[in-house]
């Protein structure tokens, strides 16, 4: 079946610190990849998205490179502020199944001052 | 343009009593999906409805658990006769279309929590 793994948290970085969660799957076919941020008590966000090999996906500073090789999309973010301090979800949607998305178990930023 | 809106945020439930959930979409998209969020873990597919229509629900618990998006109104997610383990976070989340590139928006969740 299809899955997600990324990286354990809470990161816990330095404001304009250099972030990377790290972010492998597993999948059937060629999914689209995706990552996807909680702010406190909100809903998720779309962040960015790619949907085939060697897309970048790139928003508010962040990127993520789809490594069909590696099947990875790690996102990275040169220098983090306070207000990116969230939960970071990367997630998949495997081919024929719409917007059905398979979600990691998501990554906790704390960026402090 | 309001985005997903779900209600209540929050909701308490007694075992044994009945849990409603309701999403109402973007204006304009028929397309609708469940997640559940349990406790320190991601969000896992529950159920994906197109207007009257159940197309996926492998995700949903074979009892207890229902969902509908009638041509008018909200979609519902209904739990009956509520456990402890159903405390979780619900998400919905809804698109215009089956395109699987198609951006799904999420609404801001209802907490359920089951005394």
Request: hydrophobic share 30%; charged share 20%.
């Amino acid at each position: 079946g299809n899955s997600v793994t990324q990286m354990e948290g809470p990161v816990t970085l330095s404001e304009e610190a250099f972030l990377t969660i790290n972010c492998t799957y597993t999948a059937t076919g060629y999914p689209s990849l995706f990552w996807y941020v909680q702010y406190p008590g909100e809903g998720l966000q779309l962040l960015l998205k790619a949907t085939k090999a060697d897309d970048k996906g790139s928003n508010k500073g962040f990127e993520a490179t789809y490594r069909k090789e590696t099947t990875s999309f790690h996102l990275e973010k040169g220098s983090v502020q306070v207000s990116d301090s969230a939960v970071y979800f990367c997630a998949l949607s495997a081919s024929g199944t719409a917007s059905k998305l398979t979600f990691g178990t998501g990554t906790r930023l704390q960026v402090t001052l | 343009n309001a985005g997903v809106m779900q209600n209540p945020r929050h909701l308490v439930r007694r075992r044994g009593q009945e849990a409603r959930l309701r999403c109402s979409p973007v204006k304009g998209h028929s397309h609708v999906y469940w997640y559940r969020q349990l406790p320190e873990e991601g969000l896992k597919f529950m159920v994906y409805l197109q207007k009257e229509n159940i197309i996926d629900e492998s995700g949903m618990p074979k009892e207890r658990f229902s969902a509908e998006f009638p041509k008018e109104g909200p979609s519902i997610l209904r739990i009956q006769q509520v456990v402890r383990g159903d405390s979780a976070a619900y998400f919905c989340a809804s698109s215009p279309s089956r395109d699987r590139n198609t951006e799904a928006f999420f609404g801001q969740g209802t907490r359920l929590t089951v005394v």
